[in-house]
C-alpha cells in the first residue's frame, strides 16, 4: 500500500552540538564549502544517502554517533567556529550597505526556486536562475525576500524504463522535514491568507519559511485542513494541472504572495517592500492586489495602477509566444470577483491582460501592463523581446520598445566544483574563483590538468553508480559492462536541460554513423553524458530521450553515451565540472540565457554552442566553438541537417584535436590555455553577483525612487501622473507636425556645419510642456529606413497661431548622407521611457 501522508521525527542534538540545528536550518550551507564539509564529516554514506540534506543527515545517523562527535573537542570547535562565521556573516555590512538611497526592502516572486535538491521546489532554469538570485542577494547584502509556493510534491521525479522511456513519480513531501519553518500568529497558530473564490468558497494557505543565508523565502502551502479537500491540491505539483488549476495557483501565487508579506511584515517587523519583481508572468496578479489596496486608501484604479506600476519591476523569459500563460477571459472574469480583489473593476484587469485574441486574457501582457520596467535575460533575448511585444509600443522602432536586458548570472559558490575551490584556495589564497588571476603562474598547466581530469573522473564514476542503479531496479542485476562505462580520459562532452523540442536533444543523432565514428575513434574518442526531464503531458519530449536512451544502448556505443536519470541539482554539480565541453544547440533565437553553459565556464569548461542566449555576447573564440545557424526559414530538417554537420565538423576538426595534441609531458597546451582564459574572462562576468549588480542599479534602485515618488504626500504625484496620462491619451491624437524647415542645407554642409531644424507643431489641448518634439537623423537604407538614429531635441519658442515653434541647431559630427525626420512624444518626469505610453507623432512626408 502507498502513504498519503508522512511526518519526521526530527532529531535530539546534544548540548554541545545544539547549534548544529542553526547551521543546519540556513541554507546558506547548500553553497558555504566549509559547512558543506562539516556534514559530509559526521557522515559521508549519509550525506550521499539523503542527498546533501543535513536535516536528514542529523536524523539518519543515530544517537551513538552524535554523542561521538559531541565528545570530540576539535569537531565542536569547528561546529562553534562556523555558526559563529553564520551569526558574522548574517549581522555584517556588504555591498549593498554602501550604497545611498537604495530600497529597503524588494520583493521577489517567481513559480519555483531551485535553492538545493534537499528543498525540491523547482523544475529548470527559471527556478534555479530564482534561487541563484536569492542567494546572490544574501551574499551581496541586498534586502530580497522570495515569494513563492510550496508544492506537495514538488517537480517530478523521473525514472527511465528498460524500453527508454520516462516515467514520473511525485513523493509526497513532509514539510516539517525540510529545512522550513512555519510562519506563526502570537497565540501561536500557524498563520495563513485567504483568497475568495467563485461559488462563496475560499482558498486558505499557511506560510513556511525558508532562509537562504540572510534572505527569507515565503512558501504558500494549501495543503491544510481548513480548505476542502480539492483545494488542498491546488498547490500539489510544480506546473501541475491546467486551466482553472492553473489559474488558481498564480491567483495564490500573485494575490496571496502579497498578502503573505503584508502578514510576514505585521509578524517580524520587516519594510514592506518598496520594490516588487515578477520573475516571468506567473505572479502577475501581485499588481492587481496592490491597485485593490490602495484603492481602498482613497485612490481610482488609474491612480492606483500608476503608483504600483513606478514600483514593479517585470522579467519576460520567453523567446517564444507559446510560453506564455493564457487563460479563458470568462474563466479570469469569474474567479475576479470584488470578492477577491475589492474595489476592482474586473473589465479594467481584463483590458490589462488582453491580445489579439479577445477570448484570452495574457500574462505577459499583464506583467508589461502592471511594470514599468521590464527586461529580457540575455541582450539577444531582449532584441527578441522588444520585436515579440512591439505592438504594445506602435509607432517606435523595435530598438525603442522599452524592454532592456539583464543577463543571468550564476551564483558561483553554488556551483564551483570543490576541487577547484580548493585549488584557488591552496595556489591563489582564496575560494572565490571569480576573483581569482588564472593566468598566474602559481598554478601550472600540470596542476590545472590534473584538476580537471579529477572533476572528469568523479563524474564517470557517478554516471556509473547511477548507471548500475537504473539497471538493478528495471532489470535486477546490472550489466558487467557498467564498470567501464565512459573512460576518465577521454573528451567528455555534456548536454542537460529540459526537454523540448526546441532545445533538439537529439540533434546529434541526425547522422548515426558519423556520430558513431567520433565516439569510437581510435586515436580521439569523443564520449557524450546526457541528462534531461521532460514534461510528463509532453509525448514527443518523452520520445526524443526513448530515442536517444535506446542509441546509448547499443553495444558499440554505449561504453561512451549514457543518458542519466533525474536530472536534478545534484546531479548538476557533479555534471557541470566533469565536462570538457558543454553542448547546447536550440533553435536560435529560442534560447533566452541558456545558463546550464554557463555553470559548466565556472569550471574551466569550454562550450560548443549555437550563438544564442549568453553565448552570443561573450563567445570570443578562445572560450569555445560557435555552432554556425542556418537561415531561420530555412525549413526544419534542412536546419537540422546543416547544424548537425556543423557540429560533427567542429568536434572532429577543432575540439578533438586541441584536446588530445599534447606536448612531451602529455599536457594539452592550447586547450589549457582556453581553460584559463575561460576562468579568468567569463567567471566574473557569468555571476549572479554581477547580474544582481545591474538589477539594483538599473532597476530596483530607479523604481523604488519612481514609487517613492509616486506614493508621497497621500500619492500626490501618482494621482497627478494618472490625470496626465488620461489627457495624455484623450489628446494626443490631435497633435500634429504641420512644417518643417531646415537652414543650412541649400548647399551641401561640411563636418563641422550646424543645421538649424525648425518645426511647427499642432498640439490640440496640449502644452509645449507635455511633450518633446525631436529631430530623427541617421544614416538611409535601401527601403529608406533611419539606421543607427540619434535622437536631437528641439526647443519650444513661441506659438504661431495654431502651432507651436520648436528649433534648434544640429551639428554635423561626421561626412556621409543621412536622412531625418520629426516626431512629438510625451514627456513627463515620471515616464520611464518615451515609449511608455506608446504615443508619437511623425511629421507626414
Not at 590555455?673 to 547580474?691: D, F, G, Q, Y
Amino acid at each position: 500500500m502507498r502513504a498519503i501522508r508522512k511526518f519526521t521525527v526530527r532529531t535530539s542534538l546534544p548540548e554541545r552540538l545544539r547549534r548544529l540545528e542553526t547551521i543546519a536550518s540556513n541554507l546558506r550551507w547548500s553553497w558555504h564549502e566549509p559547512t558543506r564539509e562539516l556534514f559530509r564529516e559526521i557522515s559521508l554514506d549519509g550525506w550521499r544517502a539523503t542527498g546533501h540534506d543535513p536535516v536528514q543527515l542529523l536524523g539518519l545517523v543515530g544517537t551513538e554517533r552524535l554523542e561521538q562527535l559531541a565528545a570530540d573537542d576539535a569537531f565542536v570547535a569547528r561546529v562553534d567556529a562556523i555558526a559563529d562565521d553564520l551569526d558574522d556573516y548574517l549581522s555584517q555590512a556588504r555591498w549593498y550597505q554602501s550604497l545611498e538611497d537604495a530600497p529597503e526592502s524588494i520583493a521577489y516572486f517567481s513559480p519555483e526556486f531551485g535553492i538545493t535538491s534537499a528543498l525540491p521546489q523547482y523544475s529548470g532554469g527559471l527556478g534555479i536562475l530564482a534561487g541563484d538570485h536569492l542567494k546572490a542577494a544574501s551574499d551581496l547584502g541586498v534586502p530580497i525576500i522570495g515569494v513563492g509556493l510550496f508544492y506537495q510534491a514538488g517537480y517530478f521525479k523521473q525514472a527511465i524504463s528498460g524500453e527508454g522511456w520516462q516515467q514520473e513519480t511525485y513523493p509526497v513531501l513532509d514539510p516539517d522535514g525540510l529545512p522550513l519553518t512555519i510562519l506563526r500568529d502570537p497565540d501561536g497558530t500557524h498563520a495563513t491568507v485567504a483568497l475568495a473564490l467563485p461559488g462563496g468558497r475560499t482558498l486558505r494557505a499557511r506560510i513556511w519559511q525558508a532562509t537562504i543565508g540572510r534572505v527569507p523565502l515565503l512558501l504558500l502551502d494549501t495543503n491544510i485542513h481548513e480548505n476542502d479537500s480539492d483545494l488542498r491540491g491546488v498547490a500539489d505539483r510544480l506546473y501541475g494541472g491546467g486551466g482553472e488549476h492553473r489559474l488558481q495557483q498564480e491567483l495564490l501565487l500573485g494575490i496571496g504572495g502579497v498578502r503573505a508579506l503584508a502578514v510576514h511584515a505585521e509578524l517580524t517587523g520587516a519594510p514592506a517592500p518598496a520594490v516588487y519583481h515578477s520573475n516571468e508572468g506567473h505572479a502577475g496578479f501581485l499588481g492587481i492586489e496592490r491597485i485593490s489596496r490602495l484603492i481602498a486608501e482613497g485612490l481610482s484604479f488609474d491612480e492606483a495602477l500608476q503608483v504600483v506600476r513606478a514600483g514593479t519591476v517585470f522579467t519576460t523569459h520567453t523567446p517564444v509566444p507559446a510560453g506564455i500563460d493564457r487563460f479563458d477571459v470568462e474563466l479570469v472574469r469569474r474567479h475576479l470577483t470584488g470578492d477577491l480583489v475589492p474595489g476592482v473593476d474586473v473589465e479594467r484587469v481584463l483590458a490589462l491582460g488582453r491580445e489579439e485574441d479577445p477570448s484570452i486574457f495574457n500574462m505577459a501582457q499583464l506583467g508589461f501592463s502592471l511594470a514599468q520596467r521590464a527586461n529580457g535575460v540575455s541582450k539577444l533575448h531582449g532584441k527578441v523581446s522588444r520585436g515579440m511585444f512591439a505592438s504594445r509600443w506602435p509607432g517606435f522602432d523595435a530598438a525603442e520598445v522599452p524592454i532592456t536586458s539583464v543577463t543571468n548570472g550564476v551564483h558561483a559558490p553554488t556551483w564551483t566544483s570543490p576541487i577547484l575551490k580548493h585549488l584557488a584556495e591552496r595556489e591563489l589564497g582564496t575560494l572565490d574563483t571569480t576573483r581569482c588571476d588564472w593566468g598566474s603562474d602559481a598554478v601550472s598547466d600540470e596542476t590545472l590538468w590534473s584538476v580537471r581530469r579529477e572533476m572528469r573522473a568523479a563524474l564517470v564514476q557517478e554516471a556509473r553508480e547511477r548507471t548500475r542503479l537504473k539497471h538493478e531496479r528495471n532489470e535486477g542485476v546490472a550489466p558487467s559492462w557498467v564498470d567501464g562505462l565512459l573512460d576518465p580520459d577521454v573528451l567528455t562532452i555534456g548536454f542537460a536541460r529540459r526537454v523540448p523540442t526546441y532545445k533538439r536533444l537529439t540533434l546529434m543523432l541526425h547522422d548515426r554513423e558519423r556520430l558513431r565514428s567520433l565516439l569510437t575513434h581510435p586515436e580521439r574518442p569523443v564520449q557524450l553524458v546526457i541528462a534531461g526531464k521532460s514534461h510528463p503531458a509532453d509525448e514527443q519530449g518523452k520520445a526524443l530521450i526513448q530515442e536517444l536512451v535506446r542509441f546509448s544502448q547499443e553495444p558499440d556505443v554505449r561504453g561512451r553515451i549514457v543518458f542519466l536519470e533525474n536530472y536534478d541539482i545534484a546531479m548538476a554539480k557533479s555534471l557541470y565540472p566533469g565536462c570538457d565541453v558543454w553542448l547546447n544547440n536550440p533553435l536560435r533565437p529560442l534560447e533566452a540565457c541558456g545558463t546550464s553553459g554557463m555553470k559548466a565556464a565556472l569550471n574551466g569548461s569550454l562550450n560548443l554552442s549555437i550563438l544564442d542566449g549568453w553565448w552570443e555576447e561573450y563567445f570570443d573564440g578562445q572560450n569555445g566553438w560557435a555552432i554556425p545557424s542556418a537561415h531561420e526559414h530555412m525549413g526544419a530538417e534542412q536546419r537540422d541537417a546543416v547544424e548537425a554537420n556543423a557540429l560533427y565538423e567542429l568536434i572532429e576538426h577543432q575540439v578533438a584535436p586541441r584536446f588530445y595534441d599534447r606536448d612531451e609531458r602529455g599536457l594539452p597546451l592550447a586547450w589549457i590555455a582556453s581553460i584559463r582564459h575561460t576562468l579568468a574572462t567569463l567567471s566574473p562576468e557569468l555571476s549572479a553577483e554581477r547580474m544582481l549588480a545591474e538589477y539594483v542599479g538599473r532597476l530596483y534602485a530607479p523604481a523604488a525612487k519612481a514609487a517613492r515618488l509616486a506614493a508621497a504626500d497621500d500619492a500626490r504625484a501618482g494621482r497627478a501622473f494618472a490625470a496626465w496620462t488620461t489627457r495624455m491619451r484623450d489628446a494626443f491624437g490631435r497633435v500634429e507636425v504641420r512644417h518643417i524647415e531646415a537652414d543650412g542645407v541649400d548647399t551641401p554642409p561640411v563636418v563641422g556645419d550646424d543645421v538649424r531644424v525648425r518645426a511647427f507643431v499642432e498640439l490640440g489641448e496640449l502644452q509645449p510642456e507635455d511633450v518633446t518634439v525631436e529631430v530623427v537623423a541617421g544614416t538611409i537604407s535601401e527601403e529608406g529606413e533611419l539606421r543607427r538614429a540619434r535622437r536631437f531635441p528641439l526647443e519650444p519658442v513661441r506659438a504661431e497661431g495654431a502651432a507651436h515653434r520648436f528649433e534648434s541647431a544640429i551639428a554635423l559630427p561626421m561626412a556621409g548622407t543621412f536622412g531625418y525626420t520629426v516626431r512629438v512624444v510625451p514627456r513627463h518626469e515620471m515616464l520611464a521611457s518615451d515609449a511608455e505610453l506608446g504615443l508619437v507623432a511623425y511629421a507626414k512626408g
